[in-house]
């Protein structure tokens, strides 16, 4: 820990801004517990970013706790609660979210850095996991202790430190921590390394994680040199997030393989224990496909789309064909239709949507399908993904990324135009003071 305080006194100056995710874990509490101890010699300004991700009953009094614990200690506190998740790998979609949040406060705060408290245990449990996934080379060496991200740097303090002695370190200074429970877990692929794996690793060498931190280092100069050798040839390659596929079968299959790995090292950052061997080797079959058109679907729905000579990387919420329209009296829809809302009708098929305003949250909006969408249907128990009730009216594809979906402004549901109703319809006969016509 003493090399992690000396660390944070060489990168910080006066008048910085760092904003840093706690959890009230006993390795966030003590990252936190750092930096007042780095501002005792430094102004530094310190926000602390805290999400509570909504699947623990004791999440709300840890929230609670921190809040009074900034206040005393003269710190920034901003917080966000998860309401609901989609149908995505949980822990991929909490971690999106979460640095979506943090994100937007380095943005808000005009932050220089943002810190978060990983560190040597985290990164052996990182560096293990994919070695046993599959990774690209940069992904197999972990994760850095420093990331320049153009406007602010990302930083992990914590890397030269292990799990005990941060423990040890708040026990020592009476920083006062939370235990998460789910942490305990093993149905958890990251907690049966960290129970099973490195305890045995320790054993044969208590400072083995310094061995990773090492392994890292060099997996990381390796792959900069490897890039400085290719970069010329990627940045012909691969053009305004579209692969020349024609180029890339030029070359040799060690730079083809490089390119992939450069290509997903783009799209997702310091995110890569998101993939592994097998998206790889999905990027490898569509582009030696036969097929002039085809796509498919990686991680935080990341479309790959091959189009004839062009690999098009598509990211979510930069699809051309993606709209979010309020809704008042009259819209015309990108896909050539229409909706309007109606004083009266006579027609109750799935063309007609019957609201009562207060069973919605106004303003009504359109707007095109997202990942996980579900709706509750009319007539039904329980809920239907969007996706699939596409897929049994046998829409098009390229149908299905431009179909309305009309939602009220908590962004639930009420109406698949077209198509299906949802619960909160009414019939003719039910009291409504809402009528919108598709057409």
């Known amino acids: 820990m003493k090399q992690a305080l000396e660390y944070l006194k060489k990168l910080l100056k006066k008048d910085d801004i760092v904003v840093v995710g706690v959890s009230t874990g006993p390795d966030s509490m003590a990252l936190l517990y750092l930096l007042m101890e780095v501002r005792k010699k430094l102004d530094i300004k310190i926000v602390c970013a805290h999400v509570n991700h909504n699947v623990r009953k004791e999440s709300k009094d840890e929230a609670i706790f921190l809040s009074e614990y900034c206040k ?50 985290d990164l052996m449990e990182t560096v293990l996991m994919r070695i046993v ?34 423990e040890q370190f708040d026990i020592k200074h009476k920083i006062p921590y939370f235990i998460d429970s789910s942490n305990l877990k093993d149905k958890y692929t990251r907690n049966r390394f960290r129970h099973t794996v490195l305890p045995f690793l320790k054993e044969e060498d208590k400072n083995v994680h310094e061995k990773f931190l090492k392994f890292s280092k060099m997996i990381y100069e390796y792959d900069d040199y490897i890039n400085n050798e290719v970069k010329d040839k990627f940045l012909d390659i691969y053009k305004d997030n579209k692969l020349d596929i024609t180029k890339y079968l030029e070359l040799p299959s060690l730079l083809q393989n490089k390119i992939i790995y450069n290509l997903l090292e783009s799209i997702y950052y310091d995110d890569l224990i998101l993939v592994n061997d097998r998206h790889v080797e999905l990027i490898k079959k569509i582009i030696a496909s036969n097929k002039k058109n085809s796509y498919i679907y990686l991680p935080n729905n990341i479309k790959i789309s091959k189009s004839y000579n062009l690999l098009e990387v598509i990211r979510e919420g930069e699809n051309e064909d993606s709209y979010n329209i309020e809704l008042s009296n009259y819209v015309e829809l990108p896909n050539g239709k229409h909706l309007e809302v109606l004083k009266e009708c006579d027609s109750n098929g799935n063309d007609i949507c019957r609201l009562d305003s207060s069973d919605i949250v106004l303003p009504l909006h359109v707007r095109t399908r997202k990942l996980g969408d579900k709706m509750s249907l009319k007539g039904t ?52 003071d809402i009528i919108i016509k598709y057409y």
């Not at 850095?144 to 799990?163: C, E, H, Q």
């Not at 049994?392 to 109406?415: F, H, N």
């Open 72 to 121: 005393k200690n003269n710190i920034v506190f901003e917080a966000m609660k998860i309401e609901k998740y989609g149908d995505d790998n949980f822990h991929n979609e909490a971690r999106t979210i979460r640095y979506d949040f943090f994100d937007g406060l380095v943005k808000k705060y005009n932050a220089d850095y943002l810190m978060t408290a990983h560190h040597g245990d």
């Open 133 to 166: 996934r599959g990774s690209t080379l940069r992904g197999y060496g972990g994760f850095n202790s420093l990331i320049d991200r153009g406007s602010y740097k990302l930083v992990r303090p914590l890397i030269y430190a292990t799990k005990s002695e941060i």
């Open 381 to 432: 128990i329980g809920h239907k993904k969007i996706k699939d009730i596409l897929i049994d009216a046998k829409i098009p594809m390229k149908d299905r990324e431009k179909w309305p979906v009309v939602v009220d402004s908590s962004d639930k549901i009420v109406w698949l135009p077209g198509l299906k109703k949802s619960a909160i319809n009414k019939t003719k006969q039910e009291k409504c």
